[in-house]
């Protein structure tokens, strides 16, 4: 199976009365050749970014190493005051994400909607 690369677009959007959301949207792969992708992306955010959408939508494939780089971008926002809130992750990753611990920093939820709700909750 040929590794599809990682593309992350960053989008703000708006969220309920409060000012806009950073999107961090992944597509393709997140695996240990996505380092770059994943942690360079978050690392190049303006420092006055509070709150983070993660969308997974658009991913087709994640393995442990590719976890372990969004567990690394999770604790680093958490360093530094961030609230993130994930969603479009598969049932099974769902699933994944909340076995390793990942909801000890993030919440999941089905879409962007319920997502950005969230942080208004």
């Known amino acids: 199976m040929q590794e599809k690369s990682t593309q992350v677009r960053l989008d703000e959007v708006p969220c309920g009365t409060g000012a806009a959301i950073t999107v961090l949207r992944f597509a393709g ?38 976890i372990a780089l969004v567990i690394q971008l999770m604790i680093a926002a958490s360093k530094h005051g961030q609230t993130i809130k994930t969603f479009g992750l598969s049932p099974h990753f769902q699933k994944v994400f909340t076995m390793v611990g990942i909801t000890k920093y993030t919440s999941l939820h089905p879409d962007e909607q319920a997502a950005c709700a969230a942080f208004t909750a």
């Open 29 to 66: 792969d997140i695996t240990s050749a996505s380092q770059a992708a994943v942690l360079g992306t978050y690392q190049a955010l303006p420092e006055d970014v509070h709150r983070i959408l993660l969308d997974f939508s658009k991913v087709e494939y994640l393995n442990s190493s590719g």
